[in-house]
């Protein structure tokens, strides 16, 4: 299960999970990320302090949003990631590609 809450700022949105981001869910978070990058038309936060399981669907949900906040000249920056989680995106090679902070405040800054 995955519990998904928004807060929209002028210039960024925050999107922050709770739960699993597994295959059964990822495809929720698509939905809501590409709602926010449409309506918003601002760079988006993640902030995963709340999620305890990442798997490879999670990874697609995330890099299709970075690709796509990309040719926008925006960013999806990813912040407060669990040990466990940052694990998997450190092995999957994803901490080259994705922007990440170890706090929402920082997170901001890099906007």
Do not use: W
């Not at 990320?33 to 902030?47: G, W």
């Not at 990813?78 to 080259?96: K, S």
């Amino acid at each position: 299960m995955l519990e998904i809450k928004q807060i929209h700022h002028p210039t960024y949105s925050v999107v922050v999970l709770s739960g699993r981001l597994d295959a059964v869910t990822s495809s929720e978070l698509d939905l809501v990320l590409q709602a926010t990058e449409n309506a918003k038309k601002n760079s988006v936060i993640l902030n995963m302090a709340s999620v305890d399981y990442l798997s490879s669907a999670g990874l697609r949900s995330m890099l299709g949003s970075t690709k796509r906040q990309a040719t926008k000249q925006k960013k999806l920056i990813i912040c407060n990631l669990t040990p466990a989680v940052m694990d998997i995106i450190h092995i999957a090679g994803f901490d080259q590609i994705f922007t990440l902070a170890p706090s929402l405040d920082i997170a901001i800054t890099l906007i």
